[in-house]
């Protein structure tokens, strides 16, 4: 079983930054693959930047490569996302998720707002 806590959301202008923080409890955390998601109102929930717990790679939506950085700290249990240079469109909340095969955790989200 794994618990995930987002923190880190706020308001913020267009062109700032933010930092989402997701702690993870359990003893087994450097061995999911953790990601990164975000839903919008009246949108679907979409991808948004993803870590291997083996290689430690990222992947990046799209939208957010160049401006969203994915990092993980095993040693804290913990993952973050880096957010630059924020647009409107980057408005949502963001929910953090654990994977291993055939299992997946959600966190509970945080909002972010970004205003023009």
């Known amino acids: 079983q794994v618990q995930l806590v987002e923190s880190g959301g706020g308001l913020v202008q267009a062109g700032d930054s933010l930092r989402l923080s997701c702690a993870a409890s359990?003893?087994?955390?450097?061995?999911?693959?953790m990601g990164w998601f975000r839903q919008a109102p009246g949108k679907e929930r979409e991808f948004v930047a993803a870590i291997r717990w083996s290689s430690g790679s990222p992947y990046y939506a799209d939208s957010v490569k160049g401006r969203f950085t994915i990092s993980r700290d095993n040693a804290k249990n913990t993952v973050y996302l880096q957010m630059n240079s924020l647009k409107p469109e980057d408005t949502a909340v963001y929910y953090c998720k654990a994977r291993r095969p055939g299992i997946d955790y959600w966190g509970q989200g945080t909002q972010v707002t970004v205003s023009s």
């Open positions: 359990g003893r087994t955390f450097s061995s999911y693959d």
